[in-house]
């Protein structure tokens, strides 16, 4: 009897720490997630702005571009954590920021330099 | 600088070295359509194009943004479009304009969950293949203003090395670490919108025929025979036998009696090695012995084969 008691007494335990652990993961991931793409949105937005004066060919490509990455980013459901195409459409917001970057002639961040690695084919 | 010259007499001579644009390794070369230009990819993340000059070539462009090691670059038939990937999982598509010789990169495609190792463009439409550790061949197209992965060929239980297209673009070949080729046919939606994506299917399987890990394959746009590269030392020709046997009933669908790919090269290859370079040339030999013999020289010499192709 004691025994089942006990038992049931460490799963209630367990499940209120399990659950607050949860959420805890839950709130560091999503702040990561939240402040990378907080991170281009602010990047785009205000390149846009830098680059609204010059009208020629070479410039719209890059505002276009730059479009399609706010877009892409205004699109993004951070409403909703179970979106089954989450981590699809983070990528593709991720490639965007590296193609805008490239570009615009800027590194994105994320440079690893050139170490030596094992020998790779 | 002191080029050396072939003491063999008539053959090839080495014209120029280019050494001074990467810090690493140099994994793929590849020309352009027009042959004016060369694309090298490499270890240190960079992907220099060279322009063809009077006394030899000159870095035009250094494509950068891959965050580790380019495995791969290839050139549209088309001449406007290259592509080049990466250990870091992705696949980038960048325009040429012409005129300025500028390079700009169109679309970072990060479709992959491993390095990515080949990248290789359909024969006439833009259409791209990309080949992973993954173990899946993926296929590319532009869709606006972007570029967007269209299929996923899954059924390899390893690193697929490489894919090559057949002349008509309607099937892919695919090697792999699990000693396999897979060929893949295009599936021509029936009974669907127009709107919608053609598939691939995988309708034939090539296993048993190689020990070791095949790490390249090619295919002939003149002849339709697949040439393999493997790590058991050998080079492998396969060719298409359609079923003529008088056995066979006259009206069959096509589902039961796919193409078949059996081992019997018609062409036995005779590999010759310059004393000075490691290049390997292969010709067709006007021997028809049923085996793929190899000159005393290249078995001492090769310990794996490596790339594989055939000249147009």
């Excluded at chain 1, 706010?70 to 193609?99: A, C, W």
């Excluded at chain 2, 295919?219 to 339709?224: K, P």
């Amino acid at each position: 009897r004691f025994h089942g008691e006990g038992f049931q007494e460490g799963l209630a335990e367990g499940s209120h720490a399990g659950l607050a652990e949860g959420r805890r993961h839950g709130a560091l991931h999503g702040a990561r997630v939240g402040s990378e793409i907080g991170s281009y949105h602010g990047f785009a937005l205000t390149w846009h702005c830098l680059l609204q004066k010059c009208t020629d060919e070479k410039n719209r490509k890059k505002i276009r571009a730059l479009d399609s990455l706010i877009g892409m980013i205004q699109k993004f459901p951070y409403e909703d954590p179970t979106y089954d195409k989450l981590q699809e459409d983070l990528e593709k917001i991720r490639g965007k920021f590296k193609q805008v970057c490239s570009m615009l002639n800027i590194q994105s961040d994320f440079r690893i330099g050139p170490e030596r690695s094992s020998l790779t084919f | 600088p002191h080029v050396p010259v072939s003491p063999l007499g008539p053959g090839w001579s080495c014209r120029a070295v280019l050494s001074d644009a990467h810090t690493r390794t140099v994994r793929r070369v590849s020309w352009s359509p027009c042959g004016q230009y060369l694309a090298s990819a490499s270890f240190d993340g960079t992907t220099c194009v060279w322009k063809r000059q009077q006394d030899g070539f000159e870095v035009v462009a250094t494509l950068e943004g891959h965050e580790n090691e380019v495995k791969s670059v290839a050139w549209a038939p088309s001449g406007t479009l290259l592509a080049t990937c990466s250990r870091d999982k992705s696949v980038w598509v960048w325009e040429v304009d012409d005129e300025e010789e500028e390079f700009e990169c169109v679309s970072v495609l990060s479709a992959h969950t491993q390095d990515v190792k080949h990248v290789v463009w359909h024969p006439s439409l833009q259409l791209l293949a990309s080949a992973s550790y993954d173990d899946t061949v993926r296929l590319y197209r532009e869709d606006d203003d972007d570029w967007l992965c269209c299929a996923t060929l899954e059924g390899h239980t390893s690193t697929v090395w490489a894919v090559a297209w057949d002349s008509s673009g309607q099937r892919l070949v695919s090697c792999s670490d699990d000693r396999t080729l897979r060929v893949w046919q295009r599936q021509d939606s029936e009974g669907q919108g127009s709107g919608s994506e053609p598939s691939w299917k995988c309708v034939c399987t090539l296993s048993g025929y190689h020990g070791r890990s095949i790490y390249d394959v090619a295919w002939c746009h003149l002849t339709g025979a697949v040439a393999t590269a493997c790590g058991d030392d050998a080079v492998r020709v396969f060719e298409e036998v359609t079923p003529v046997s008088p056995m066979s009933p006259p009206k069959v669908h096509r589902s039961h009696f796919p193409a078949a790919f059996p081992c019997f090269p018609r062409l036995t290859l005779h590999c010759s090695a310059s004393v000075l370079s490691t290049s390997v040339e292969a010709e067709p030999s006007l021997r028809n012995s049923p085996s793929v013999s190899f000159s005393r020289h290249m078995s001492r010499m090769a310990r794996a084969v490596f790339p594989v192709s055939f000249r147009e």
